[in-house]
């Protein structure tokens, strides 16, 4: 089923132990956009400026991305620069130039408007509210936060966060939002403030699937020989999780989406977001199969099996 | 079948965000010894001074465990005390007295040298050999080791695993041990020191089984609502691994050990290293049952479940 998808496009400068790119596509809707693309044909709503670079473009295109919703003004990308510490879990922002993304608006096409999945990528807490308001009736909608949005627009994003299914977050912004220390109790306020389902993620570690008044579901990481470079991985996550589900939904017609796809989701999200880190950038995604996918996501069956 | 430990039996002074105790029965020995008298009936090799309780004794007697090693001399206990971080992921000790332990030479009785299983806990490696050396024809033997061996007993602690069938380790020591930060790469290493099998424990994240030449299986942390007090848990998930071990080996009897039998040692240790974080100190040994115990073996069963 469809799956409508709204972030940044963006170009990142990124250093990590194991090399340095001085200018390369980034972005949380492109991560998304193409780790989806692997289960769907997603649908972005984004801004991008004049010096959005044809051969970006044309990845997304070859992926299948629907751009009807890229919007092009004058003005440059959206540019993040950082570097990596290194055991890689922590990064230091060496530079934001917002560009043309200060004044994004995001704008839902027609043709997007009936989409049934709804992944609200981490942008303000208001233009998120915006794009949901402009869907029909999706069946799902769930979106990603951070820090910035947590401290200083924490009515404007409980108040979004209230109308979502699912909240999909890492364990430190869990602790900011909650208050909570403790994974459980973390979720458990987290529930109460709308979404029935928590996805925390605990990078390297694997990421929590909570489901309010019903249990959880734990999948631990995947192991890489090597990460190259952690950027993305997060969005690759939430893509791979998404698109799954809207795969899985297009399979099974009306029935309500069950807890068994979610559980499915979570280790598709974790096998996207593993790849991801197998290159700099998006670099990955330019030869990723989804024979690849699919053959981790039945490693993960093999390292997991105990009963 | 029957299982040798051999480590420490001291007492420790605690201090957590969840309160404080002067002096509890502690050790590797005690803990590894509580949690795999609920699978077998482990035989304790350690010292202790004069100070040692009777009601001490008297809880390790009631669990089963076998004290005709336990040697008696003049003198007081080991004696450790330390206080946890907010996030309890790390400890300052502040007093280390080794008393009766500096001087302890293992001695293994008549009556054990038949053991199948010997779990060789953290102490000197030439005494952890020693001990070793004394049984006559084990079926496996692992043990655990610290990153004070590592960087100042190195030739001495390498000369000792490479006759081990399991090494249990922590990520950071890990690291110390095979100069590796990935993961897969430092249980490589690992395997080319001698044993074919490496658990790496991550502390709350879980834990990582490696089978040389052959895979790994990854199970995630059990998830309390509270950690009252982590002491032990490291000394509880190898009782609870290799309790389950030896039982295990005694249904099958001749059979050899499979990876499966080893995959469900990791729940257990798991299991058991999460019940001892709930009270202070062995405190939590006072009333569990194998009942609760296998209860939350299949939690582990329900909610690691997704294929």
């Known amino acids: 089923m469809s799956l409508l998808v709204v972030g940044s496009v963006a170009y990142d400068g990124l250093e990590t ?21 692997h289960f ?26 629907d751009l009807t919703g890229l919007e092009r003004v ?29 004044g994004f608006d995001p704008k839902v096409p027609d043709t997007y408007r009936d989409s049934a999945f709804v992944l609200l990528g981490n942008i303000q807490p208001a233009l998120q509210a915006s794009v949901r308001a402009q869907v029909a009736s999706p069946r799902f909608v769930g979106g990603d936060t951070m820090n910035f ?52 993620k605990r990078g390297e570690y694997g990421a929590v699937l909570f489901e309010k008044g019903t249990g959880h579901f734990a999948a631990p990481g995947y192991l890489l020989d090597q990460v190259k470079d952690p950027t993305g991985a997060g969005d690759c996550f939430a893509g791979g999780f998404f698109g799954y589900l809207a795969e899985a939904q297009a399979r099974s017609g009306d029935a309500p989406l069950s807890g068994e796809s979610l559980r499915r989701a979570v280790i598709y999200g974790s096998v996207l977001g593993s790849f991801c880190c197998e290159e700099f950038g998006p670099r990955r995604f330019e030869t990723l199969t989804r024979q690849e996918i699919d053959a981790r996501y039945e490693e993960f069956v093999a390292f997991t099996r105990f009963a």
Chains 1, 2 share one sequence.
């Open 17 to 37: 132990p194991h090399g340095k790119v001085d200018r390369i596509l980034g972005g949380a809707a492109t991560y998304i956009a193409l780790a989806a693309s």
């Open 40 to 65: 769907t044909q997603p649908r972005i709503v984004a801004v991008v400026g004049d010096d959005f670079a044809p051969e970006d473009e044309a990845l997304l295109v070859r992926r299948g991305v």
């Open 74 to 102: 004058p003005g440059k990308c959206f540019f993040w620069q950082g570097v990596y510490a290194a055991d890689m879990n922590s990064r230091t922002t060496l530079r934001t130039d917002l560009n043309v993304f200060a």
């Open 149 to 200: 949005w947590i401290n200083d627009f924490r009515e404007e994003l409980l108040k979004t966060i209230a109308e979502w299914d699912l909240l999909m977050i890492n364990d430190s912004e869990s602790v900011e939002l909650s208050g909570e220390t403790n994974l459980r109790k973390a979720a458990a306020r987290i529930h109460e403030m709308g979404p029935r389902w928590v996805v925390i």
